[in-house]
């Protein structure tokens, strides 16, 4: 977990405003006993998680793909070869979609825009090195154009079937 106080208050602000205008189909499934807070999600979404990723085509065709995702500093942070098409379409029109999905028990969606990450950036070091970690390799070594990309939130929503019981079974404590 690198999330500071700050930036666990504004995940729980966006998290808290993002339903507000969804609709009553939404507000019906993720009510409160469902609802997942920015403490939990940040401690929930550790390690590696396999996120679902929509960009648009030039044509305004929707494709989703899956990436490896981590959770840094209360957003998602992802990676792609330059040469994917998915690349070509954040970087032409950086309009995503992304979720992780665990099952019939914990799901986290999110809309908003890719930020490519480039050296030089406040947390490409840090990122770059908790990646790195992970997979004992640094992500720059996979291909001649790797690229990481961080979740710039504009409407979150986090959801488990039943959030007290993903919490303790996920040994979480509240």
């Known amino acids: 977990m690198l999330e500071n106080a700050e930036e666990i ?6 998290l808290d405003r993002s339903p507000a205008g969804a609709t ?9 006993r469902r609802t997942l807070t ?24 929707p ?12 957003t998602w942070t992802f990676s ?7 690349a070509r379409h954040m970087q032409r029109r950086p309009a995503v979609s992304v979720a992780h999905i665990d099952g019939e028990e ?3 969606f999110s809309h908003g825009r890719a930020q490519r990450m480039v050296p030089g950036d406040d947390d490409w070091t840090e990122t770059l090195e908790h990646w790195t ?3 004992d390799s640094s992500p720059l070594s996979w291909g001649e154009d790797v690229r990481l990309y961080r979740l710039d939130p504009h409407w979150m929503v986090g959801y488990a079937s039943d959030r007290l019981e993903v919490l303790s079974r996920r040994g979480l404590t509240l």
């Open 9 to 14: 208050a504004a995940l729980q602000r966006l």
């Open 24 to 32: 009553s189909h939404l507000r019906n499934i993720v009510h409160a």
């Open 38 to 61: 920015a403490e939990d999600l940040t401690g929930l979404l550790t390690g590696m998680k396999v996120l679902s990723v929509a960009t648009v085509t030039a044509r305004g065709e």
């Open 63 to 74: 494709r989703i793909s899956a990436l490896d995702g981590h959770f840094l500093h209360a």
């Open 80 to 86: 792609t070869s330059g040469t994917a098409a998915k």
């Open 106 to 108: 914990l799901g986290v």
């Open 133 to 135: 970690a992970h997979y």
